[in-house]
């Protein structure tokens, strides 16, 4: 599995963690979790609807929103709190 970063996931990737290492760490722990296994329970892998976003889950109220390139890459777009996907 091979996870891409697009400009406006770094953005938010660095106000997610900013100041806050439980944060950081459970997004660690889900790059894992998806290189491993992109189907783990714990990620709580959706589709959202109406378009081609995906997003697994960080911890209760935070997600990573991406979608596939191909059937081993991702391309990550944001990271956020779980009502973020009205945006997309």
């Known amino acids: 599995m091979q996870i891409k970063l697009s ?6 990737l660095k ?16 790059f894992k979790l998806l290189r491993g296994n992109p189907h783990h329970p714990s990620l709580n892998l959706e589709k959202l609807k109406g378009n081609r976003i995906w997003t697994i ?3 209760r109220g935070n997600r990573i929103f991406f979608y596939w390139l191909d059937k081993t890459t991702v391309l990550f777009l944001d990271i956020g709190r779980h ?6």
Do not use: H, L, W
């Not at 106000?15 to 889900?30: P, T």
């Not at 009502?83 to 997309?88: F, I, T, W």
């Open 83 to 88: 009502d973020k996907y009205r945006k997309y």
């Open 7 to 12: 400009a406006s996931y770094y953005r938010a």
């Open 15 to 30: 106000g997610f963690v900013k100041n806050n290492k439980k944060n950081a760490g459970n997004v660690k722990k889900a």
């Open 57 to 59: 889950r960080i911890d």
